[in-house]
């Protein structure tokens, strides 16, 4: 899966962030067509985990930063994407894993990044502003 300019977020950090992860499911879908085993998979796999993991929570520090009214939403949808995520860990370790997870993959995070990733980046970029924390006001 390859970096397209129409994925760009203008955020660079979100954008290395999207590379990292377009790599690693590269990474995946290279370890699958090469025929390099379940170990070899099943470890790329729990690399994507881990680099979803930490791009989330930045994502989701940055909507709080700039109070953005749909977090919960774009939260659910990195829920659901994680426990769709496990259940292709878990059928890794029972088999070697299917086209059709690196179909999901790639499908799940073009939609991502070119859907709710772009509308929390209009936000930002419409002239949000940072919350700020008045310690006079602790709520």
């Known amino acids: 899966m390859e970096w397209k300019d129409?994925?760009?977020?203008?955020?660079?950090?979100?954008?290395?962030?999207h590379r990292l992860l377009l790599r690693s499911i590269t990474v995946i879908e290279e370890s699958?067509?090469?025929?390099?085993?379940?170990?070899?998979?099943h470890f790329a796999i729990l690399e994507l985990i881990q680099l979803a993991r930490m791009h989330f929570s930045f994502e989701e520090a940055l909507?709080?930063?700039?109070?953005y009214p749909l977090m919960d939403t774009h939260q659910d949808e990195h829920q659901r994407f994680f426990t769709r995520l496990d259940g292709i860990e878990r059928q890794s370790l029972r088999k070697s894993a299917e086209a059709e997870m690196i179909e999901f993959l790639?499908?799940?995070?073009?939609?991502?990044?070119?859907?709710?990733?772009?509308?929390y980046a209009k936000h930002i970029f419409s002239g949000a502003q940072v919350v700020r924390h008045n310690p006079a006001n602790p709520d």
């Open 6 to 17: 129409e994925y760009s977020m203008g955020i660079l950090e979100i954008d290395n962030q």
């Open 32 to 41: 699958i067509r090469l025929n390099q085993g379940w170990s070899n998979t």
């Open 63 to 67: 909507m709080r930063m700039f109070a």
């Open 106 to 119: 790639k499908n799940w995070l073009t939609r991502h990044i070119l859907g709710s990733d772009r509308d």
